[in-house]
Structures are given as C-alpha cells and as structure tokens.
C-alpha cells in the first residue's frame, strides 16, 4: 500500500525524502548530545536520557490527536467483512505502523541512548581500568531496551487514536471529552505562568525529581534501565526492562480489544437521530431566501462542532495544541507576562486557521447547498458564525484568566484585541481558501485522526499558503500588541480597536472575496467533494 501510495503521489514522495533528509541532519546533533551524556556523571545521564524519552513517548501518545491527518493506520473497518478477528491483524497493523520515516527516526533515537553509555563504559574502562565488559553492561541493556521503547512510542500512538476515535463517536462522551478539555485548557494558564516565573535555571531544579517519577512510569521506565545497570544494580535493570515488556504486552491487548470492538461494531455514519429540518428551500419572502440559507448553515455549523467527531477532535486541538506550545516556551523565554498574555492570540490563530479547509468537511452533503441555490455569501456567513459561537467566548476567556494571572488588567484590552483579531482574520482567510483549495479529509464516521490519500501535495500547498496569508493580514494587530507590551501601555486600546474593528472588517472582506468564488465555484466543489 505505501508503494502504491508513492507511485501515485509524487508529493508523498517529496515528502518522505524531505523527511528522511530531515532525519539524517538531525542525526549528528542527537550522536554529539548522546557523547556529551557519556562524559557526565550516570545520575546526570539518567536524568537527561528519561526525561528526554518520556517527551517523544508522550509526543507520540498526543501529537496525533493534537493534530488530526497524522495517523496513518490502517482503518480497522475495512476489514470488518472478511471475518476475521482482531488478533489476527494485530500483528500486520503492527509492522505495517513500523514503515514510516517517523518511526524510523524514533527508533533511531531509542538506540541512540546505547552511544551514551557506550562512550561511558570507554571512559570508565581507561581511566579505571574496570573490565569492559562489567563497564558494558549498561550498553547491552540500552540496546535491549531501544525496541521496547520503539513499540512503546508506535503503541501509545495507537492507543491514544484509537480510543479517541471510539470516545467521540460516541455523543455523551463527545460532550465530556470537550468540557474536560476546556476546563483543563484553562487550567494550564496559571500552571503556564508558574512555570514562567521560574524560568529555564528554576524548571532544571526540578529535572532530577521528575525524572525519578518517569524512571517507574510506562513512558520512562526502560529508558531509566541502563542508569540503573550502571549503578550496579543489574537485577533492578533486568526488572525495568521486564516491566517495560509487560507494558508493551499489556498496550498490545488493549489496542486489539479496542480493534475488536470497532470491528464488531463501527461508528455509525447517519445522522438520523439528529436530523433537523434546515429551511433552506423554506418559503419567505422576496430576498429573504439568502438569509434564511445563512441561519441553515449557522444551524448546521454549531450541530457539526457539538456532533461531528472530525469538528469536536479539531476544536479540542485548536485549544490545547496552543496550550502545549506556549507551556514549552513558558520554560526557555524570561516573559512570563508576555507568555501569558499571549495565549489568547495563540488559541485564536489556531482556531481560524484551522478552519481553512471547512468546505471539505460536508462531503457529499454539500450538494444540498447547491441544489438550493444558497448565495455564497450566506455559506460563508453560516460557517463563520458558527465557528465564532463558541471560539469567539473561548478566546476572550482564555485571554482573560491570562491577564488575571499576571494581574496585567492594564494590556487587557491589547490581549483581546489581538486574540479577537487574529481569530476573525484567519476565518476571513480560511473562508477564501475552503473554497479556492480544498483538499481531502476523513468522511463521515471514519477516525478524525486519519491521513487521507491524495491530500499530502493539496495539504501542503493550502497549509503554507494560508499561514502566510493570515500573518501577513495579521501584522498591523501583532505589531500594535507588541507596542503595547514592551512600548506604551496606552496602545492597548489602540490594539482593541484594530483587533476588534480591523478584524471584523477583514472577516467581512473575508465572507465576499470567498462568497463570490463560491458563487463561480460550487458545481466543481460538488464534483471534487462527492
């Protein structure tokens, strides 16, 4: 299939050279850290080795539900009609899931580890002269230990899509899963902050005590294996790498019960529960045919962000990829206030331009829009309003705890100013761009997570045009923000009303540029998204 794939697709080609480049000029910098790690004490080392492997553990467990068309298993549904059950395919998924030039390079840095000890060992064997093959214990248990970690890294990945899958499928889970990841989303801003305030010398104060906790945790526990070895504890060692495989073991029986769940009974792809008259072609009065399509797409937008697993996994990684981002800068920037007065304008670029394939989303559905003859200006209106329902109070609340935290109620006015205006610019962008280059997503009732076929060059093309379109449109509110954080205070207002003022002008311009496309365009997008 990935033959296939790339014989089709000359983009995915591009794309997996690019990446292996990538790979290979990222591996001096990982060997030279590892040569560094080998002439430390081993307690530094272990600190450094779990805390660093814990990340890409957790980063392989969040990163693709964070970022939906980064999951590139097989769909478990296809196989639904051949009978057969779940452990048998397990194993072909499994390896199928090796063949990536991310989990290659993962598995690159699992066993890079073993050029820390190795060097070690070297170190310790001349100025010591211990028997190598007592200072190379460590050695052979890192490289134990790499494809532990490696299975650990793919499995959490599949564990993590997976269940999201099934939670958002399901529309009670659907509502607490978003609740859960609001409340904790606002949760993080004061936790934000703290870690600011510390900074990166108060953060690394605490690496020793962290990396303790991770050494007995699924995520670090083999990496903490070959420290212990070098300890000279190596039935402790021997025990970690145990616990490391029954973990593996255990990862392996959850993801084939979940598999088997789905096989026996897959997402439901109707919305007959929650189907609604729309009043598209309703009957009113002369000229009130645009509005009443613009009410129907409001309508149909706000039942797709609380009902469409697709819209609710996007909403939940517009807010708390932002969140993410801005908690690893929080540790490495001396601006704590900046940081958090910040997360608003984050959360709103998320959001907007996480929108620029909108359109795609409606599938073959999007043939009512047509045969009503919506106005493109009423699709472009309904679509926007119902994003800005509920991001809109999001943004303006996120910004706020924010400025409450640093207690800056004085740049309360250029925080949200800049997180309304670049939410309403990358709606006017994205509100173009549905319609000028839409590319393609999962369908209805697949996972939301899933890479799709034929969007890797369209993917590409639309993603680095509209992020440059947006920040660009962005510039005048970003630049008056930064006046007032490190200028005048007195621009926060000036920032309000070019946020507020600015942005809903560029939205407006935004919802005709993109009405009049859809106008020219809407019998080829019916023909591209059927």
């Not at 490495?332 to 958090?340: K, L, N, W």
Request: net charge positive; charged share 10%.
């Amino acid at each position: 299939m990935l033959g296939h794939a790339l014989k089709q697709e000359a983009w995915r080609v591009v794309v997996l050279v690019l990446g292996a480049l990538w790979a290979l000029s990222m591996t001096p910098s990982v060997l030279a850290g590892m040569a560094w790690l080998g002439r430390q004490d081993a307690s530094t080392a272990h600190d450094v080795i779990v805390l660093g492997g814990s990340l890409v553990v957790i980063g392989w467990a969040v990163i693709p539900v964070l970022l939906p068309g980064m999951d590139d298993t097989l769909d478990i549904s296809r196989f639904a009609t051949f009978g057969l059950r779940a452990r048998t395919l397990v194993p072909g998924l499994l390896v199928a899931g090796l063949v990536s030039v991310p989990v290659l390079f993962t598995g690159f840095v699992t066993l890079a580890p073993a050029v820390a000890w190795g060097s070690r060992a070297l170190r310790i064997t001349q100025e010591q002269g211990v028997a190598a093959w007592s200072a190379g214990v460590p050695v052979v248990v890192a490289v134990i230990g790499a494809p532990v970690a490696l299975l650990t890294c793919l499995l959490a990945s599949r564990l993590t899509t997976t269940l999201a899958g099934r939670i958002l499928a399901a529309r009670r889970s659907r509502r607490i899963a978003t609740a859960l990841t609001v409340v904790v989303g606002v949760a993080l801003v004061p936790v934000l902050l703290r870690i600011g305030q510390e900074g990166l010398e108060g953060s690394l104060e605490r690496v020793p005590g962290v990396a303790a906790v991770l050494g007995w945790t699924p995520v670090g526990v083999v990496w903490a294996a070959p420290a212990v070895a070098a300890q000279g504890d190596l039935l402790g060692a021997v025990g970690r790498l145990a616990v490391g495989a029954g973990w593996v073991v255990l990862c392996v029986a959850a993801w084939g019960a979940l598999l088997q769940r789905a096989l026996e009974s897959p997402p439901a792809r109707g919305g007959q529960v929650r189907r609604r008259p729309d009043a598209v072609l309703g009957k009113g009065r002369e000229g009130s045919h645009g509005r009443l399509a613009a009410g129907a797409v409001t309508r149909r937008a706000l039942r797709y962000w609380s009902a469409d697993p697709r819209y609710v996994s996007a909403m939940l990684g517009a807010v708390a990829a932002p969140l993410i981002i801005v908690l690893l800068l929080a540790t490495v920037v001396d601006v704590p206030d900046a940081v958090a007065l910040s997360v608003g304008v984050a959360i709103g670029g998320s959001i907007g331009w996480g929108r620029h394939n909108d359109l795609a989303f409606d599938g073959s559905a999007f043939w009512l829009h047509v045969v009503a003859r919506a106005p493109g200006w009423s699709d472009r209106t309904g679509r926007a309003v119902g994003a800005l329902a509920w991001s809109l109070p999001v943004t303006v609340a996120v910004t706020l705890i924010g400025v409450g935290a640093v207690g800056r109620w004085d740049l309360a006015p250029a925080a949200v100013g800049a997180g309304v205006g670049v939410l309403c610019t990358g709606l006017a962008v994205s509100a173009v761009s549905s319609v000028l280059l839409p590319y393609p997503v999962p369908q209805a009732g697949a996972s939301p997570f899933a890479a799709q076929m034929g969007a890797v060059g369209a993917s590409l093309a639309a993603q680095l045009l509209t992020s440059a379109t947006t920040l660009l449109l962005c510039l005048p509110v970003l630049v008056s923000f930064g006046a007032a954080l490190w200028w005048r205070t007195s621009m926060a207002w000036v920032t309000l009303g070019a946020g507020v003022l600015g942005g809903a002008v560029v939205l407006v311009a935004g919802i005709v540029v993109g009405g009049r496309l859809y106008d020219a365009r809407a019998a080829r997008l019916l023909v591209r998204l059927v």
